[in-house]
């Protein structure tokens, strides 16, 4: 686990990127105040978890401290558009979408950008119905990754999205009728991931695996 020293400190600071792994589930939460928004480091950080989780097969909650899941990555850190940063953020992407076990996000507040992509990597999304989901990147000069939201989004929304820019709520893009998305009362999504990683946690750990694999195969066809 990656985490950093605290300047003119003998203790480090926490991780950016906590894990808590008990009872079959790898409850991961991103914790950089004031919007969770990503850096370098924190996508080392979630990949590591997860691989973590993968030793085990063990179910996996996404989700955010500070009342929101995260604001992208961090404008304002070196790398921001770069080839190197871009490959650092689909690893992680790629992680999510290939753990052997289901994968929940709960999404509260704002999912923006590489947040968004990271919550919609999961296999199953409950949101806030309030939460802002937006891809800011045609604004920024910066070239988007479209292939991760077509998991719970149609294109015209995608194309809306990634061609202007603008954020949505999750009761605008109706993303419960459209994905099949659990949508809640802000301030419930975690009780709600909860319930379903209860529901999941009943069923045989190989089955949910051989039939996530199976579901990979079948629905990329």
């Known amino acids: 686990m990656n985490s950093h020293p605290v300047e003119g400190r003998g203790r480090q600071a926490p991780p950016e990127v906590r894990l808590d792994l008990a009872g079959g589930v790898a409850r991961v939460r991103f914790d950089r105040p004031p ?3 990503f850096t370098v480091d924190m996508f080392g950080q979630l990949r590591a978890h997860l691989e973590r989780a993968s030793e085990s097969r063990a179910l996996v909650l996404l989700t955010g401290a500070n009342g929101r899941f995260s604001a992208g990555f961090d404008v304002n850190q070196p790398g921001r558009g770069d080839a190197a940063t871009a490959n650092e953020a689909h690893q992680c992407v790629a992680a999510i979408q290939d753990h052997p ?3 929940v996000a709960a999404v509260e507040g704002a999912a923006v950008g590489i947040g968004l992509l990271i919550a919609v990597s999961a296999d199953i999304l409950v949101i806030s119905r309030s939460a802002r989901l937006g891809m800011p990147e045609v604004k920024l000069g910066i ?17 809306r ?26 301030g419930t999504t975690e009780e709600a991931a909860e319930a379903v990683l209860g529901s999941l946690s009943a ?9 996530k694999r199976g579901l990979a195969k079948q629905l990329s066809t």
């Open 35 to 37: 919007v969770n928004a």
């Open 101 to 103: 076990a289901p994968v």
């Open 143 to 159: 070239d988007g990754d479209a292939a991760p939201l077509r998991r719970f989004l149609p294109d015209p929304w995608i194309r």
């Open 161 to 186: 999205m990634c061609l202007s820019g603008e954020t949505f709520t999750a009761a605008d893009l109706r993303i419960d009728c459209y994905a099949g998305a659990t949508v809640c009362e802000p």
């Open 203 to 211: 069923i045989e750990p190989a089955f949910l695996e051989r039939a």
